[in-house]
C-alpha cells in the first residue's frame, strides 16, 4: 500500500479486499488526529469501510482503489475511487433482518452529503461531515437544525437568535417558514426534472436514519 500527502489532502492506494479496512480505520484515525478532528473519528471510520465494502461487494475484490481525505471549506471530504462507472451505489430501504443494503444508508446517516462523480476512467463516491467545530457539546443532530435555522431566518426575514426568546408564535412562524422552503425545494426538483415524491421519500429515509443513530 502506497502513502501521499499534498497539502492537506491525504491519499493512498490501495486493494480493495476486506482485510484492508482494518488498516484503512487505523490511518483515518491517525490522520484525523494529526489534522485535530478527533471528534470525527468514529464517523469517518464507519464511511471508510462502508465505502470500500461497497467496492468489494459490487465491483470485486482486488480492485485497485484510491481513498482520499480532504479538508474542503468547513467539510472534511472522503472519496473512495475505483476504475468501474458503471456499478453505481444506491441508497436503499434495506429490511430490518437484511443482512446487507444499509451501507449507504449507515453513511448519509451520519454526513451532511453524499454522492457520486463519474469520470472518464472510473468513479468517485464522497462524502462530507462537517468539520468546522461547533458551539460545546454540540451534537450533529443540533448542528443540522443550526443550519436550517439560518435558512428560516432567510424566509421570515427575522432572526431566530436564541433558544430562550422563541416563544410558541414565533416557533409557529418558523414552522410556516420552513413549509415554504420545503414546498420551494419541490418546485426546484421539479423544474429540473427531478422527482419531487422520490426526494421526498429519501429525505424521510435519511432523517429516520439520523435519528436512529442518535438514539
Not at 119 to 148: F, H, M, N, Q, Y
Amino acid at each position: 500500500m502506497s502513502v501521499s500527502m499534498v497539502r492537506t489532502a491525504y491519499v493512498v492506494k490501495f486493494i480493495a479486499v476486506k482485510e484492508e479496512v482494518v488498516q484503512l480505520r487505523h490511518d483515518v484515525r491517525r490522520q484525523l488526529e494529526g489534522w485535530g478532528l478527533r471528534r470525527l473519528v468514529d464517523d469517518a471510520q464507519l464511511c471508510v469501510g462502508e465505502l470500500v465494502a461497497n467496492v468489494v461487494t459490487h465491483v470485486g475484490a482486488g480492485t485497485p482503489t484510491t481513498l482520499s481525505l480532504l479538508l474542503r471549506g468547513p467539510f472534511l471530504r472522503i472519496e473512495v475511487a475505483d476504475p468501474d462507472p458503471r456499478t453505481l451505489p444506491t441508497l436503499v430501504a434495506a429490511d430490518v433482518e437484511a443482512e446487507g443494503g444499509r451501507g449507504m444508508a449507515l453513511v448519509a446517516a451520519v454526513t451532511d452529503r453524499w454522492g457520486v462523480s463519474l469520470l472518464g476512467d472510473g468513479k468517485v463516491t464522497w462524502c462530507e461531515i462537517v468539520a468546522s467545530p461547533g458551539p460545546e457539546g454540540s451534537s450533529p443532530g443540533e448542528l443540522r437544525a443550526a443550519r436550517a435555522e439560518t435558512m428560516i431566518d432567510l424566509y421570515s426575514g427575522a432572526a431566530l437568535s436564541s433558544r430562550s426568546d422563541r416563544g410558541r408564535l414565533r416557533v409557529a412562524e418558523a414552522e410556516e417558514a420552513a413549509i415554504f422552503i420545503i414546498t420551494d425545494l419541490l418546485h426546484w426538483l421539479r423544474a429540473h426534472g427531478r422527482d419531487a415524491d422520490d426526494a421526498l421519500d429519501r429525505a424521510q429515509m435519511r432523517f429516520e436514519n439520523q435519528e436512529s443513530v442518535r438514539s
